[in-house]
């Protein structure tokens, strides 16, 4: 199981790798299954609220409603997608951002792709 720290760490680092006009604001907190204003994604389940850095719009992650009018309310995530993404397994990590709506379906963001291809180890020989 991860700490709240350690989870708003990895969601961090995962923003700036495949959203990185979104931002984490404020404190991330375990949510519980017998709360029903938590929407959990099974135990050990996270909230936390993100910022688009330029539209200012929130998406509030593991609440079903709240104070934000303008915002969207989505599942919280999952320790287990971000454990998968501390160990470099980041299809569970982009299929989440994609649910709520950080990432087109299929779209792989520009910083993934230029990673991707320097981590490449083919060398074409003349």
Not at 92 to 98: G, K, L, N, T, V
Request: charged content about 20%; proline content about 5%.
């Amino acid at each position: 199981m991860l700490l709240p720290e350690q989870v708003q760490r990895l969601v961090e680092l995962a923003l700036a790798e495949f959203a990185p006009e979104w931002q984490v604001t404020g404190l991330c907190s375990e949510l519980s299954l017998h709360n029903p204003d938590h929407w959990v994604s099974g135990l050990g389940t996270f909230g936390l609220v993100l910022r688009n850095r330029q539209s200012r719009s929130a998406k509030v992650l593991g609440w079903r409603n709240g104070d934000f009018r303008s915002a969207t309310y989505h599942r919280g995530i999952s320790y287990r997608v971000l454990e998968a993404y501390a160990d470099r397994i980041t299809d569970p990590i982009r299929r989440y951002f994609e649910e709520i709506g950080l990432l087109l379906p299929g779209k792989i963001a520009p910083r993934v792709a230029q990673t991707t291809a320097a981590r490449s180890s083919i060398n074409y020989a003349g």
